[in-house]
């Protein structure tokens, strides 16, 4: 049986935190430069160029994208024939994640319980989701989530009665609501059926996906397509200072529901769309 | 729309007063930042009618919760964080004599009501731009509460910071007027 040992992903884990946090992946880079020829608005374009300015400087300095370096969500997926050795892996993940964020001069934005507000010091814990998937490699995106856009998430457990119209209205109105608060342009996250916690990770996993690579289900591609545009209208701009790019992408993943409902969710990332992926398959280093 | 104004920080109330909602303005001063945490304890010790860490009147406060500086930077990203979480404390600090705020994001009606009232301003920085921002400043300290962390009172020396006025004196808020002009629904 094929052996992967925490301290790889650890310091793995600690150099995709860095990673994550300087500078913007390609697909978004491509969006805002594409965003920039649609916009109208001066005042739209000219904080289209300072984002892109931005993500250069970062890059470039290796300085955060946005001071708000984030929660750290992690997604695993794990070779259900690999064995992982040299303790636990939970804690190997925020081991990376402590070191990365104090080597990298990351903000430590983590606070110990949400009432005493007390913070942790080192930007632990990460929300670590597991699946176990056949074959023997292992996989991890660290993906860190700024709140500015978090706080911006959207539950609906509409009925089925409700139907597209329902749910379009929804993601529609959730992106009004949130309006300048999630620094738009935006990536829009839809998860539509599962159940209420199902839905909400949906739409989470939903921002991992390429931007532009629209869902396979053509219906779904047509509803991701359509709901850009009526976000499109609403003419919340860049910044939320008026103009016609207010979402960059809407990406939808479904999942079967129950008969009695029609759960949909909407977790919105900024502009500042931060992810990066290691994947291992037997090479040791 | 798009011509910009140099200003120095701190201005007066007659500055305040001539800032229109839209405009773009590069700040080269002085101004402080505070976010959740400071804001709590500001409010507590106005409560109690005490005195603040610092003087805070006639200056402006930035919501920023830095990232921590490399060395021999200034220093680290530095954008502005959302406002509509200090919509609560806002209008005592506008009465107080905190003459405006930079951040991102719109704010309440009784928010914008204490700008009219106070001949405040409210100044929007690019969100999400928080490592072209860091550029513009030439300085940083904690100036109170150093045992929040990123959440303390800083004091920044600025060089050309660029901001948007979002909602002027008057009132008049951008984040109703810049979308009402794109909006092609209904
Ligand atoms: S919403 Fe995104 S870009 Fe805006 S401040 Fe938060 S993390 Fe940064």
Redesign the pocket.
Known sequence: MRELNTDLIAARVAALCQEANFGLPADVLTALAGAKEQEGSPTGRRILDELCANAGIAASERVP??????MVLAFVETGQDLHIVGGSLSEAINRGVAQGYRDGYLRKSVVVDPLHRVNTGDNTPAVIYYDIVPGDNFRIAIMP?????ENCTALGMLKPADGLAGVRQFVIAAVERAGA???PPVVVGVGLGGTADKALLLAKRALLRPLGASNPDTDLAALESELKTAINALGIGPEGFGGQVTALAVQIEAFPTHIAGLPVAVNI????LRHKTWVWNGEQD | MDECRHIETPFSAEVARELQAGQRVLLTGAFYGARDQAHRRFAEVLAQGGELPVDLRGQLIYYVGPTPARPGHACGAA????AGRMDAFTPQLLAYGVRGIIA?GDRSPGVIAAIRQYDAVYLAAT????ALLSHCIKEARVAAFPDLGTEAVWRFIVEDFPATVAIDSWGRDLYQIGPAGYRSVQ
């Not at chain 1, 994208?65 to 984030?70: K, P, S």
């Not at chain 1, 989530?145 to 856009?149: D, I, N």
């Not at chain 1, 990332?269 to 500042?272: E, M, N, P, R, T």
């Not at chain 2, 969100?127 to 928080?130: D, E, M, P």
């Open positions: 994208v946005c001071q708000d370096t984030g989530k700024g709140f500015g856009s608060n999630p620094c990332s900024c502009h500042a | 954008g502005p964080t959302t991102k969100g999400g731009a928080g």
